[in-house]
Structure formats: C-alpha cells, structure tokens
C-alpha cells in the first residue's frame, strides 16, 4: 500500500472517529447513554466548592453551555474553555465573540468545579436568568408545580419533561427547592434555558394566584380519589408534586383543586417524582388535545 494510501485511510478514520465521538456526545447529553465514571484526581482531594455571589452561575458541559449562549436572556460573564472544547461548540472567532473567552486545561476547571462535574472542557459564568411572575403566565395551559422538590438532579430532568411536554413553567418554592445551579442547569441538557424556573415564597399563595389566573391545580398523590385522566376540568392545568417520600404537605393537599392518583395497574404503586411529571405531563398534554387548548405559551 502506498505512503497516499494509508495517510488517506488515517484521514478517513480520523474523520469517522470524530463523528462517532459527536454522536456519542449527543447522546448522552440527552441522556440516552450513561456518562462513564469520572476519575477523581488525587490533586482534588481536598477541593472545596468555591464561594458564589447571589448574581454568579456557573454552567458546564457542551450542551448546557451552548443553550445559554444562544439565550437572548443570558448575561455572559466569562467563557473558559479547552482549544477542544472550543473547536467543538464551533462559535466563531474567539476575539470576535461579544463576551471575554479563557482558553485554559480541563484540570483549570476541575479546580473551579470539583472532580465530580462533568464538564467537558467548558465553563461558563453568567448572570441568573430574569425573575418572571406568575402573571405572565396566564396565556399557558400548563403549568408544572413543586412543592419542596430538593434535589436538582430530579428537577433538571422534571425541566426536560417539561420542556418536551410544553409545559409554561416549573414553578417552585424558594425554601428546600434547587437554586439556578451548573447541577440544575447540566441536569436539564438545555431545558433550564427553554422554560421559565420561578421561584415563589408561598405556595398556597401561588396556588390561590394560578386559581385566580383559571387553572385547575391537580396535586399528585398516590392515595388520590380519582385518577388523573378523570379529574381534568377546563382547559388550563397546573400539575403540582411533592417531594419524593413525604409528598404533599398537607397544606398544598388542601389548597389543590383536587388530588388524583396516576393509574398504575402493576405491583409498584409509585414512580420517581420525574418519572410521575413526565407521565402527568404526558395524560395533561391528551387532555388539552381533546379540549383544543393549543401548545403553551
């Protein structure tokens, strides 16, 4: 084989390894595929998670970084990133880019972020996205509601549900409930940038509010009278959950419209708090078809 041979079979294989490694890529943003383990390197072991100010976010991984860029919303701070990374998000010119751009190691950013976070080569700090009101939302025929929702692996991924369902918003308290966060925002791959988070201070409160605004707010228990697809009314609905364990609180039991059950004819009766949003979402989406409600706003 000649020497223009095997440097054009190198080329080709090069180029194939660089697609299967984007697709990769893709697919575990999404979540399709597991991400493999990160290895903690022993120069980390004493990291300690820097001291954010109330107006700093930091965000990290490709696809949560490239959501934000491309949200009109965002107020961008700083980019740091790897020459990889870089050519990766493929953004342009860095001098030419409105906003600073650090190319630094991928060990530069673990020591901001810690050996857990899986940000591959990129971080980005931005300003928390504008506060929005309940009111703005009266246009919306779906709403997810939060009531004390902790972790914010669970409420990234409830984001993405919301998102792929249409929902307006995900409202939740601003006591026992995720902050805008890199975590938050690499859970929801992107979500966070696509669907209004307001936090509220009282959620009885809110409720009364969203009533007033004409939703029907449906609370999710596994004790419900009815099942979900028995207790929609009208045309605008607010899904509200609980916490994983304790669920509602008795006082969102007695603020909700009405408590309904998911119908889960199977030995479980009980489902991750994402896994119940995604499917509420789902059986609310069905009902709004039929009632001609249109997409959220």
Do not use: C
């Not at 998670?49 to 949200?71: F, I, K, M, S, W």
């Not at 902790?150 to 995720?178: E, K, L, Y």
């Not at 809110?206 to 609370?219: D, M, V, Y």
């Not at 889960?264 to 409600?293: C, D, F």
């Amino acid at each position: 084989m000649s020497k223009d041979n095997t440097k054009d079979r190198s080329n080709r294989d090069t180029h194939y390894a660089t697609l299967r490694r984007q697709v990769r890529d893709a697919k575990r943003e999404r979540g399709e595929i597991p991400t493999p383990p990160h290895k903690k390197p022993k120069s980390n072991k004493d990291w300690k998670p820097p001291q954010l100010q109330p107006e700093q976010v930091l965000l990290y991984g490709l696809h949560t970084v490239r959501a934000a860029l491309d949200n009109p919303e965002r107020k961008l701070i700083k980019l740091s990133i790897t020459q990889n990374a870089f050519a990766r998000l493929d953004i342009g010119e860095a001098g030419a880019l409105p906003y600073p751009v650090e190319f630094v190691s991928p060990q530069d950013i673990d020591k901001v972020l810690g050996p857990e976070a899986i940000h591959q080569g990129v971080m980005l700090e931005t300003r928390p996205l504008p506060v929005r009101r309940l009111e703005a939302l009266k246009e919306s025929p779906l709403l997810l509601v939060l009531d004390q929702v902790t972790d914010p692996h669970n409420v990234g991924a409830i984001m993405r549900s919301a998102v792929a369902f249409g929902a307006g918003a995900v409202i939740t308290t601003q006591r026992h409930s995720p902050t805008e966060s890199g975590v938050l925002a690499k859970s929801a791959s992107g979500a966070l940038e696509l669907i209004p988070y307001i936090q509220i201070t009282n959620l009885s409160d809110a409720l009364g509010e969203l009533h007033q605004l004409g939703f029907q707010t449906i609370g999710l228990d596994s004790e419900g009278p009815a099942v979900l697809e028995e207790t929609f009314s009208g045309d605008r609905i607010a899904l509200v959950l609980g916490s994983e364990g304790k669920g509602l609180r008795q006082k969102t039991r007695e603020t909700v419209s009405a408590l309904a059950r998911l119908d889960m004819p199977g030995e479980i009766k009980s489902l991750n708090v994402s896994n119940a949003a995604a499917v509420s979402l789902y059986a609310s989406r069905q009902h709004l078809a039929r009632t001609g409600s249109g997409k959220a706003g």
